[in-house]
């Protein structure tokens, strides 16, 4: 993301005008509401195994589903083998189309040995059947994937457009840095501009985080005690940020990043947006389930270089919400209210009955676009969530409030049944935890359905 100054605030977010018709606004809100319908059953259509002309594409999964070892587009199961190095670009290394195809079946990818043997034999082909296409569709995405990598210049918008609809794992860490900026999209400066980027954040860390305490002025000492609270408390569920190396990590991190950006400084929940960047680019060097991750393992320059990472990408994106962490957070107050408009004009008997009962959006929401979702859903689901954010760019403020929506809806009927405290219970424990793969999948879907309909009008969530 390039620093854009507010980034969201001054960034519309608009309903799609009516018809055209001459009908006046009767007619239009008429037009409005049938395609509204239209497209509605459209996604109903895709939950059923239809597809959704848009940037999301959904398949019936062959039964039963957790069986099949990808769900979704990428599934958290689908595990990397480690390169020789496990440094480098993708671009210094030898590959071809066959290389990612023979890599992704080693390690799972497009495995098919879970599926269930058939009864039938009518069964039995129409399990082939769907094997080949999962498999059809897997190996396409592949070959785009390694077509756009493996070029002298990466052409970004290509790569967004396949990175929206989820990044094969171990894919993931080069094109997360290229989709954020970070690194280069010319293979031939990539690797020297990485290594210049590293040191000067050793230069930063040396300066400002590692350095007596009796060096930093009272400020820089009460925020780093708060980061040193906050760090324990980071993804408590997740074990592996228990370690007490990963916790070290997390805490030169922010503080080196606060103290860089004394504008918005350190502020609660931006701990939580270091963990996706933590995850991912140690998975280049740590093998297996996450769970099992040992940082040990892996040797302090490794562990340095990994921060270093962090540090930029989540700095690229920042960059992108700058008022969204300064004093008062006015960003996040603007998508919050634009939440709520949103929110009225798709579903508004939920809307009547939340603002019957004097729940403001601000109660439960405010947390919601302050730590990005992370909180609320399974840790798991996370990387794929932010695959669809980093390729969404400097849209991105703009899209959260379409997610955000998709994300509340989910629970319409379950919200308009509920009183205030009972809701303000339910919006702060959201039954997710055992959600895979298809449920994010239809909330992004319906975010990008509302998204297309309504963003065009500039009028349509006007302060």
Request: glycine content about 6%; aromatic content about 10%.
């Amino acid at each position: 993301m390039k620093s854009g100054g507010n980034g969201s605030g001054d960034k519309e977010v608009g309903r799609k005008e009516g018809s055209t018709s001459s009908g006046g606004d009767g007619g239009g809100s008429l037009n409005l509401e049938w395609k509204f319908n239209q497209t509605l059953r459209s996604v109903q259509g895709l939950l059923k195994g239809r597809s959704f002309p848009g940037k999301v594409l959904l398949t019936r999964k062959p039964e039963p589903v957790n069986q099949f070892p990808v769900s979704a587009e990428y599934g958290h199961e689908f595990e990397r083998s480690n390169s020789e190095s496990g440094q480098g670009s993708l671009e210094n290394r030898d590959i071809s189309y066959e290389h990612v195809i023979k890599k992704s079946n080693s390690i799972g990818y497009l495995n098919t040995q879970n599926f269930p043997t058939p009864s039938t034999e009518n069964s039995s082909t129409n399990a082939n059947k769907s094997i080949s296409r999962v498999r059809s569709t897997d190996s396409a995405r592949l070959a785009k994937f390694t077509k756009e990598l493996s070029g002298t210049a990466v052409i970004l918008d290509n790569l967004r457009k396949l990175g929206w609809n989820g990044i094969p794992p171990f894919l993931r860490p080069n094109v997360w840095r290229l989709l954020l900026g970070y690194a280069s999209p010319n293979s031939d400066r990539r690797d020297k501009a990485l290594t210049r980027k590293r040191l000067e954040y050793f230069d930063c860390v040396s300066q400002y985080h590692d350095i007596p305490e009796s060096d930093r002025p009272d400020d820089e000492i009460n925020m780093l005690r708060q980061i040193t609270v906050d760090c324990p408390r980071t993804v408590p569920e997740v074990t592996f940020f228990q370690q007490d190396q990963v916790q070290k990590s997390l805490e030169c991190i922010l503080y080196t990043w606060a103290i860089r950006h004394p504008a918005s400084g350190y502020v609660q929940g931006i701990n939580d947006l270091v963990t996706p960047f933590l995850v991912v680019f140690l998975s280049e060097h740590l093998e297996g389930s996450m769970d099992n991750w040992l940082i040990s393992d892996i040797s302090p320059q490794i562990i340095s270089n990994v921060e270093a990472d962090c540090y930029w990408c989540l700095s690229k994106l920042l960059d992108g919400m700058q008022d969204h962490y300064t004093f008062a957070q006015p960003g996040i107050q603007r998508l919050v209210f634009k939440l709520k408009e949103l929110v009225r004009r798709i579903d508004e008997p939920v809307s009547r009955h939340m603002e019957e009962q004097g729940l403001d959006f601000l109660q439960f929401s405010f947390r919601w676009f302050n730590c990005l979702l992370i909180r609320e859903i399974p840790f798991h689901l996370v990387n794929r969530l932010w695959d669809t954010y980093l390729a969404e760019g400097d849209a991105l403020p703009e899209f959260l409030v379409y997610i955000t929506a998709s994300f509340l809806l989910t629970w319409s009927d379950k919200l308009q049944k509920l009183d205030f405290q009972e809701m303000i219970m339910f919006l702060q424990h959201l039954p997710t935890e055992n959600w895979t793969d298809q449920e994010l999948e239809t909330v992004l879907s319906r975010a990008y359905m509302w998204h297309t309909m309504f963003n065009n009008s500039p009028s349509h969530l006007a302060n």
